[in-house]
Nanobody
Framework: QVQLVQSGGGSVQAGGSLRLSCVASGFTGSSGCMGWFRQGPGKEREGVAGIDSDKWTTYAQSVKGRFTISQDRAKNIMYLQMNSLKPEDTAMYYC????????????????????WGQGTQVTVSF
């Protein structure tokens, strides 16, 4: 059974940093995307960052230059390093994994994902 278990997150002041982790079990992830999504208050869930099996990364425009996605496929761990956080980054963050071999820009599209983490709250204050 595939499980994605998230850790990290919390509360930080604007300009601060946080790192999210996502450990996958029961899933090789060798052929598909893994990604991070978020859902802010009153907003739809959006793709934040994605990484494919070639380690090609894609980011939402709003986080480019501030967030970095990385992955250790051998250990099935994915990270999201978030720097220069802004209040508008406040959201519930989810990691996700896809079975599909699609990669590249597909990695921030919710439709391709099959498995989801439990979510972790990130709150950025002024």
């Amino acid at each position: 059974q595939v499980q994605l278990v998230q850790s990290g997150g919390g509360s930080v002041q604007a300009g601060g940093s946080l790192r999210l982790s996502c450990v996958a079990s029961g899933f090789t992830g060798s052929s598909g995307c893994m990604g991070w999504f978020r859902q802010g208050p009153g907003k739809e869930r959006e793709g934040v960052a994605g990484i494919d099996s070639d380690k090609w990364t894609t980011y939402a425009q709003s986080v480019k230059g501030r967030f970095t996605i990385s992955q250790d496929r051998a250990k099935n761990i994915m990270y999201l390093q978030m720097n220069s956080l802004k209040p508008e980054d406040t959201a519930m963050y989810y990691c996700a994994a896809a079975r599909s071999p699609l990669g590249g820009n597909w990695c921030t599209r919710e439709a391709i994902y099959n498995y989801w983490g439990q979510g972790t709250q990130v709150t950025v204050s002024f």
